[in-house]
């Protein structure tokens, strides 16, 4: 083959690459297919601009051929919907959508600031700032009738439970159930809503994975920024002798937290491509450490084993470690090609999660006997129950994931566990949130 | 003649499961065999099939490894597997009835030429 067909090749990839939808791997496999073409049609006399011609010309029209991709790999539809390729740019209205949102929430949590009690507006953040974000993926996903009434009950019932059960104000089970509220909401409200109904699909639920890693990594980021301006902003205050505090404490920092939400929910929208390079790179990064993290706490565990009856919080920190976990398992799992083989950082990831199931084993042991020493506490039932959710979740990845490292199954078992789990977590969440604060008497 | 497109997307699967089962191959390959069976009548747009390939590899239909070839070109080769295989059966077994249904009308001469041959 020439250096001319080549530079044409060339040409033709760098054109096709310019469709998202296809990734360098696929246009890899078509290149080869190409030039196979190309070659035969050679053989049987063509000259080499009539080849190519000819070869491009029975791979198809491109624009159908990148659709059928992005039909087939969901996960790249978006960037086929950014990036048509005469699209001018400029600004969406999706943009202005979302400061309007963002404006909402900031002032929806002003005035509850102003109006109730500290503690009343922690209980209620949730309900007061997730529907903005719900609102935005309602307004980007249209969503049916029916979805956007089921999604208004949900936020509706959670503002009744909240508010009309007696809790006391200095408890612990006002706090588990603000919390649980917030996981349902994000599940029920905001996931029902990104998948725009569609929750029982298996992909929509596996973008919304995606779609929640990426917004707690835009969100940090912004956090951050903020904290930092906030910071300096104080800080110059001072020094002219003004104290703003107040202003800070009772606007500035809530609302600005309520409206980061809606921001980052829009960043990770409008901005995917920036973030989908950090995604992978920051589970890579992270899977190991937490491996040597691990081994560090069960080398700890094991070699002092009284370390473990002391601490009580040691339960919760469990649950931290095992939410982490399931975190990055899910963070790997919605960055990862499909089609790539089994390799180290699976077996690496799989480790993890022996690990974590290890440490757990070596707690749980510990808690046990204990437990009956110090009684029931709501505390202690949710972080108890917490951690046996996600221990079945891990026992039953690591199965799979062993599975996949032996060829005997395709990582997609992985996503479907993971994938239908999400219901578990929402079925616990509400639960909890029902059933834990009548139990220990709203304490 | 030139085959209907939705007849030619819904024979996809199992010509290319029929060819998998034959031995592994290559997109290019899996063309050139389809081409060759239905004699030049049975019209692909080359560049569908890789997304089809992808779909069965998704579905656990095949699965597939990258090699290198003699002359140097990285080719992704794709294997029909276990639930492949049931699959193909499967399909085996619908287009069968399909094809006895439609043979047994037609054979019959039950329906005048005119419903399917006139337009």
């Known amino acids: ?443 | 003649m030139r085959i209907d497109k939705d007849l030619v997307a819904a024979s996809a699967t199992p010509l290319v499961l029929g060819i998998l089962v034959e031995g592994e191959s290559y997109g290019y390959a899996i063309g050139k065999r389809v081409h060759e069976l239905s004699q030049g009548r049975l019209a692909w747009t080359d560049g569908m099939l890789y997304p089809l390939l992808h779909r069965l590899e998704r579905l656990g239909y095949v699965s597939a490894s990258w090699q290198v070839s003699e002359q140097g070109r990285r080719r992704k080769h794709y294997a029909i597997t276990g639930s492949g295989r049931a699959a193909l059966g499967e399909q085996q077994r619908q287009w069968t009835v399909v094809n006895e249904t439609l043979d047994r009308l037609w054979r019959g001469g039950q329906a005048p030429a005119g419903v399917f041959g006139g337009a």
């Not at chain 1, 939808?21 to 063509?46: F, K, P, T, W």
């Not at chain 1, 624009?63 to 087939?72: C, L, N, T």
């Not at chain 1, 007061?128 to 307004?139: D, E, K, N, Q, R």
């Not at chain 1, 009744?160 to 649980?180: K, M, Q, R, W």
């Open chain 1, 1 to 443: 083959m020439t250096t001319d067909l080549d530079q044409q090749i060339g040409l033709w990839r760098g054109h096709v690459e310019r469709r998202r939808a296809i990734s360098a791997r696929d246009v890899d496999e078509m290149e080869a297919h190409l030039r196979d073409q190309v070659n035969d049609l050679l053989a049987v006399g063509l000259d080499d601009d009539e080849a190519f011609l000819v070869a491009v010309k029975r791979l198809g029209n491109l624009d159908a051929v990148s659709q059928e991709f992005a039909h087939e790999h969901t996960e790249r539809l978006w960037k086929q919907l950014v990036t048509s390729e005469e699209a001018a740019p400029r600004p969406s209205p999706d943009l202005w959508v979302a400061i309007a949102l963002a404006i909402g929430a900031a002032v929806v949590v002003r005035l509850a600031i102003a109006l109730l009690s500290p503690e009343r507006v922690a209980l209620n953040a949730s309900v007061l700032v997730l529907p903005f974000v719900t609102g935005y993926f309602a307004y980007k996903r249209r969503p049916s009738g029916v979805t956007v009434a089921a999604v208004a009950a949900a936020y509706a019932g959670s503002a009744l439970v909240l508010n009309l059960y007696p809790f006391e104000v200095d408890g612990s089970t006002i706090v588990i159930a603000a919390g649980h509220a917030a996981a349902a909401l994000w599940l029920l409200g905001v996931g029902v809503a990104y998948a725009g109904g569609r929750w029982r699909s298996h992909r929509r639920r596996m973008d919304f994975i995606r779609f929640t890693g990426e917004i707690i990594v835009y969100y940090a980021l912004l956090a951050l920024g903020g904290g930092v301006l906030v910071a300096l902003c104080a800080g110059a205050f001072a020094a002219a002798d003004i104290t703003i505090d107040d202003i800070l404490a009772e606007t500035v920092l809530p609302c600005g937290a309520a409206g980061a939400v809606v921001v980052a929910a829009w960043l990770v929208e409008a901005k995917q491509s920036v973030i989908e390079n950090i995604a992978p790179v920051l589970t890579k990064v992270f899977t190991p450490l937490t491996v040597v993290m691990l081994t560090a706490v069960a080398a700890a565990f094991i070699a002092s084993p009284d370390v473990l009856e002391v601490d009580r919080s040691l339960l919760l920190v469990m649950d931290l470690i095992l939410v982490l976990v399931v975190g990055l398992v899910l963070y790997a799992l919605s960055a990862r090609d499909r089609s790539e083989p089994p390799g180290l950082f699976d077996a690496l990831q799989l480790g993890l999660i022996v690990l974590a199931l290890l440490v757990d084993a070596l707690v749980a042991v510990a808690m046990v006997g204990r437990v009956a020493e110090w009684g029931w506490s709501a505390n202690k039932a949710t972080a108890l129950g917490l951690n046996v959710v996600l221990l079945v979740n891990l026992v039953w990845s690591a199965w799979l994931s062993w599975g996949f490292l032996r060829h005997r199954r395709g990582i997609t078992a992985l996503e479907r566990w993971q994938t239908s789990y999400l219901t578990g977590y929402a079925a616990w969440a509400v639960g909890v949130t029902l059933v834990v604060p009548p139990l220990f008497g709203f304490a």
